[in-house]
């Protein structure tokens, strides 16, 4: 395996008195990009929750690159290098596109400025053509491109996106597939919370799938297609 840049050990996450993650261990390598597969409600969101510092855990730990996200505030969080896209994207409507990217725009936790509007015109050329609409005049599809193009100007170490294909046209789902694709060929980190385990073998590297609050199986996006006894039980609807 690639040498891990986000460790998650023996993490446990409670809503109050309700406890939602129990234990969780996820190693995610430089440069994989690794799916978090699960049915609704089986706890992906809340993991990302954990790791961006929404939702603190109660026992455990959150490393990036060796270095402990534990307790920290969420802006404290991002400037360590954790990128985090949510699943209602979340765009300023009122603002422009290139608005909407210059608000992200931050150097990486060492400096770095990979990341600039020019790059991300070449990346997301339907962007350039857009600049100057208004980012609440996208379609739904427009705004999740968007959304991750405005996290990629924070140079972060690590993408996290959450359900990235959810409620999309197929195809918009396959553009949003290839765009990923393009970035892992770029070295980028990618981490996916998602249901759709036909999306997620056509982008991955790694998987993981998470049920009850629990990381219940870990390996290669090839091991997982070859793997029916796992799909049928813990991802088929």
């Excluded at 690159?65 to 991002?78: H, I």
């Excluded at 997301?124 to 193009?149: D, K, W």
């Amino acid at each position: 395996m690639a040498s891990p840049i986000l460790e998650v050990r023996g993490t446990d996450v409670f809503y109050g008195a309700s406890q939602i993650l129990f234990g969780i261990d996820l190693s995610v390598g430089r440069g994989q990009t690794m799916a978090l597969l699960g049915r609704n409600g089986a706890g992906k969101s809340t993991t990302f929750k954990a790791i961006a510092g929404i939702a603190p855990p109660r026992r455990g730990q959150v490393m990036l690159s060796g270095t402990s996200l534990a307790g920290k505030a969420p802006y404290l969080v991002a400037r360590a290098g954790v990128g985090y896209v949510p699943e209602d994207r979340q765009v300023f409507p009122e603002h422009t596109v290139e608005d909407n990217l210059i608000v992200g725009a931050k150097a990486g936790p060492r400096g770095d400025r990979h990341w600039t509007t020019e790059r991300i015109y070449e990346v997301f050329p339907i962007l350039a053509g857009m600049r100057r609409r208004m980012a609440g005049r996208l379609s739904g599809g427009e705004q999740q491109m968007l959304t991750i193009a405005r996290t990629l100007m924070g140079n972060p170490d690590i993408l996290l996106l959450d359900e990235p294909s959810e409620g999309l046209a197929p195809l918009i789902v396959q553009a949003i597939g290839a765009l990923i694709r393009q970035l892992r060929e770029m070295g980028v980190t990618i981490l996916i919370a998602e249901q759709n385990m036909h999306f997620c073998l056509g982008v991955a590297t790694h998987a993981a799938v998470i049920d009850k609050g629990q990381v219940v199986y870990s390996d290669t996006i090839e091991a997982l297609r070859g793997d029916d006894a796992v799909r049928q039980r813990y991802l088929a609807v």
